[in-house]
């Protein structure tokens, strides 16, 4: 396995993790956690989704249905100059509303609300709406970073375009590009200080997001949530100490988790993930994650050689 796809894998799988790891605390305040828990590190399912064990959520799931629409759009999705075209857009649509209509244990407000539009009237993006300042958008993106790895152009615009089929607002847009960006980075090997640096200047160019002092909400409210990411994985070099960080700061654990788990993932590659967590995910949920990051990559190759 070359560096480059042991960190994908890593960023997925460990994106995986922390939905299932953080799943049973969402919504929980973190003294809540501790009376309960302690420190909560194990994976047990349950929480308010009353979900089996190593299962994971919406985050994991709508990250699923955005690599399927784009492995079915295939290279030829990139087209010319254009790169992202209006059908592989309609395709990503198209993927959210089977997912929509499988009926996934989970499904945020906002996205609802932008699949019933798309399924309504087909327009592949709502007005602005200051009410779509939600995470929903954000949580998803991981496949659209990694069909597009070294093509920033690329990445920028199918990003926006995935995100406006459900969230239509400028702080979701740059958290989307912000830590899709820090992926695409750390995919690329960037190491724990200088990503320090890089999150630092980040922070300096979109001060809407700035975490220090850290404030300690980890609400669905995306500026919530890219503060509690970037506080704790700046915070922990170490996977598992990031991780367990996060989802007990609670609220929307799932998704920081998930979020956190991405990028420590990436940092430290999939044969560095603890195997107790790994190896309590579903089977076929490490499959699908598996046969995706092949096939993204292999997206990227292809973008990179037309
Ligand atoms: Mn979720
Ligand atoms: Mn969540």
């Known amino acids: 396995m070359s560096d480059l796809h042991d960190r994908a894998l890593g960023a997925y799988l460990g994106f995986a993790i922390g939905d299932a790891l953080g799943a049973t605390v969402e919504f929980m305040r973190p003294r809540e956690i501790a009376a309960r828990y302690g420190v909560h590190r194990e994976i047990i399912g349950g929480g308010w989704l009353k979900l089996a064990r190593g299962q994971v959520t919406d985050d994991t799931t709508m990250s699923l249905a955005l690599g399927d629409a784009l492995l079915q759009g295939g290279c030829s ?55 779509d300042g939600g995470n929903g958008a954000l949580m998803r993106n991981l496949p659209a970073v990694l069909a597009t790895l070294g093509d920033d152009t690329a990445f ?19 958290a989307t590009l912000g830590l899709g960006r820090l992926s695409a980075l750390l995919l690329g090997g960037m190491g724990h200080s200088a990503c320090q640096r890089w999150v630092n200047q980040w922070v300096t160019d979109n001060p809407g997001f700035c975490f220090t002092p850290y404030r300690g909400y980890a609400t669905a409210y995306v500026v ?31 998704t920081t988790g998930a979020l956190v788990g991405m990028l420590a993932g990436a940092r430290c590659g999939a044969a560095q993930l603890p195997q107790r967590w790994l190896s309590r995910l579903q089977p076929d949920v490490v499959q699908a994650i598996t046969d995706q990051t092949n096939g993204l990559l292999a997206l990227a190759q292809n973008l990179n050689e037309t």
């Open 224 to 254: 919530d949530t890219v503060q509690t990411v970037l506080h704790y994985f700046t915070l922990h070099e170490d996977f598992e100490a990031a991780l367990v960080a996060t989802v007990n700061q609670g609220d929307d654990a799932d």
């Open 156 to 174: 920028a615009r199918l990003s926006i375009a995935q995100s406006h089929l459900t969230h239509h607002h400028p702080l979701s847009d740059a």
């Open 77 to 131: 999705a990139f087209p010319g100059d254009a790169r992202v075209d209006d059908r592989l857009i309609r395709g990503i649509g198209d993927a959210y509303v089977r997912w929509f209509k499988s009926k996934p244990v989970d499904c945020g407000n906002t996205c609802r609300r932008g699949i019933m539009r798309y399924m309504r009237d087909g327009t592949l993006a709502g007005a602005p709406n200051p009410g």
